[in-house]
């Protein structure tokens, strides 16, 4: 199964930017969509962004639209979060994933759980004030 490794998590300021690295064990993110989700404890794990496998789409839940990015790099197998002008509610531990079960579409980030998905560790993120 392939192995996703979130990394780029910190503390910034509130207004401060961040950057968070998704890299996968194998060149499947040429083939699926991936997505960023973040979790707060004690609250359901919410889907952030998502980018298709040709990265011709992406998508922003209203949260982040804005501020935050999605790219890929397809070459060092990576998938970016560029987050910018952090606010007190976006700390929480983000994952990414990947799924046939995931899709991404300009008009919505649609994800059902596959016995084939894969997901990271995750990497949190402080934003103090």
């Known amino acids: 199964q392939v192995q996703l490794v979130e990394s780029g998590g910190g503390l910034v300021r509130s207004g401060g930017s961040l950057r968070l690295t998704c890299t996968a064990s194998?060149?499947?993110?040429?083939?699926?969509?991936v997505g960023w989700f973040r979790q707060v404890p004690g609250k359901p794990r919410e889907k952030v962004s998502c980018?298709?496998?040709?990265?011709?789409?992406?998508y922003y839940e209203a949260t982040v639209k804005g501020r935050f990015t999605i790219s890929k790099a397809s070459t060092k197998n990576n998938v970016y979060l560029d987050m910018n002008n952090l606010k007190p509610n976006d700390p929480a531990t983000y994952y990414c994933?990947?799924?046939?079960?995931?899709?991404?579409?300009?008009?919505?980030?649609?994800?059902?759980?596959?016995?084939?998905?894969?997901w990271g560790q995750g990497t949190q993120v402080t934003v103090s004030s």
């Open positions: 980018i298709s496998a040709n990265a011709g789409s992406t």
């Open positions: 194998s060149s499947i993110l040429d083939n699926y969509a």
């Open positions: 994933a990947t799924d046939p079960g995931l899709m991404c579409t300009v008009g919505g980030f649609h994800y059902t759980r596959t016995e084939f998905g894969s």
